[in-house]
């Protein structure tokens, strides 16, 4: 009874004209008279369905959360009439602990900004593509001046790291290598057979066998694999380093990045990856010898057809192929380790984008040496 007798001697509707209801606040607006107060401000207002509402705060000695909540609704259902809302005199206490709780102008959120047209989608994809291209014909800039000086400076290597790194990323990937070569081989075999036997021509199996490994195939699934293992092992070590802070701490000792992390991955792969193509290329070899004998040939036979199938030149090609490779695939897993940003997600999308960009650049790698092979008939 002393509470409700409380709340109705806090919130009073004065005398008003028509169109205009006022409320007079005297004393405290908290949580032991809000409740009654609010349900009597509701009453009135529905009630009366004043075109203008007039709060007096003149004498209201204190307010918390309770109170500024009856307040904000008063000013919420007046908006959704369409009507105004004035609360005068209020202290600026409970003014601040008014736009604590909400918006004083009584007003809706700014709505979400639109979703970007297609336009301005393939604008932005075409921005980007034109940043990453300027920032990776910068780094191999860097990357070549960092290797001709670890050329006229042996000693400035860091020959322990790259051969650690020659181990990881060249011996340690000869079991998939040999496995997947041997698998590729033996699945050309069968499935070129099929149709060679219609005319006839079974035994040109190990030519295509020879000329494809050794020539293509080879060099092609040895990138591959290396852009999976070490291209995105050198994004996330050197993108692990990066948000640690420590490539700040190599620059701030007088130590490049580039000469001290990345030329010996680069020097590691570069010696590795026709190693792996020799090997990718003779597994394969084998492969096709295991589906040649099943139809019947000699291993003699498909050894000497192989011989006179494939020329050095045939070799030359598929190890210049190599080389370029395992250059492409170790500096761009080096690059987008350097360009990772900060975040708990940063060194993952790293290596995604290290093998992403490691595969795109292996096929275009390829592609151009297609065409200079055909112009240089090899």
């Known amino acids: 009874m002393r509470s409700a007798e409380t709340a109705q001697s806090v919130l009073q509707a004065l005398p008003s004209s028509e169109d205009d209801l006022v409320f007079s606040i005297n004393g405290p607006l908290d949580s032991h008279t809000a409740g009654e107060a609010w349900r009597t401000a509701l009453r009135l ?4 369905n004043p075109r203008r509402l007039i709060v007096d705060a003149t004498r209201l000695t ?48 700014d709505p979400p900004a639109p979703a970007a047209s297609l336009v301005e989608q393939i604008g932005r994809a075409a921005l980007m593509l034109r940043n990453d291209i300027v920032t990776l014909i910068a780094f191999v800039g860097e990357l070549c001046m960092a290797l001709g000086r670890a050329l006229r400076h042996p000693g400035l290597v860091r020959w322990k790291d790259a051969l650690v790194t ?12 040999a496995l997947l ?51 995105s092992a050198f ?23 580039v000469g001290f992390l990345v030329v010996p991955r680069v020097i590691a792969a570069v010696a590795m990856t026709p190693l792996l193509a020799v090997w990718a290329g003779f597994l394969g070899l084998i492969g096709g010898a ?41 500096a761009i897993g080096c690059l987008r380790g350097l360009q990772t940003k900060s975040g708990a997600s ?13 595969l795109v650049l292996i096929t275009l790698v390829d592609g151009v040496f297609a065409v200079i092979f055909y112009y240089l008939g090899i």
């Open 45 to 48: 207002l529905e009630e009366t």
């Open 62 to 109: 204190y307010c918390d959360g309770a109170g500024a909540a009856l307040l904000l609704e008063l000013r919420r259902r007046q908006s959704g009439r369409r009507a105004t809302c004035e609360i005068r005199s209020l202290d600026p206490a409970y003014q601040a602990l008014l736009d604590m709780y909400g918006r004083t102008d009584g007003q809706n959120p």
């Open 166 to 177: 020659a181990e990881l990323a060249g011996a340690n990937a000869l079991p998939i290598v």
């Open 181 to 231: 070569g041997f698998l590729l081989g033996l699945i050309m075999a069968f499935q070129s057979a099929i149709p060679m036997r219609q005319f006839g021509a079974d035994i040109y199996v190990a030519n295509l066998i020879g000329l494809s490994m050794l020539r293509e195939l080879g060099p092609l699934l040895t990138a591959i694999i290396l852009a999976g293992r070490s291209g």
């Open 235 to 257: 994004a996330a070590e050197l993108g692990t380093m990066k948000v640690s802070e420590e490539l700040d701490a190599l620059t701030t000792m007088g130590l490049e990045p």
């Open 290 to 330: 295991v589906v040649m004998l099943s139809l019947g040939f000699p291993l003699v036979t498909y050894i000497i057809q192989v011989k006179s199938a494939v020329t050095v030149g045939d070799m030359v090609g598929g190890l210049s192929k190599s080389f370029v490779f395992g250059i492409v695939v170790a």
């Open 346 to 358: 940063a060194v993952g999308d790293s290596t995604t984008r290290a093998v992403v960009s490691g």
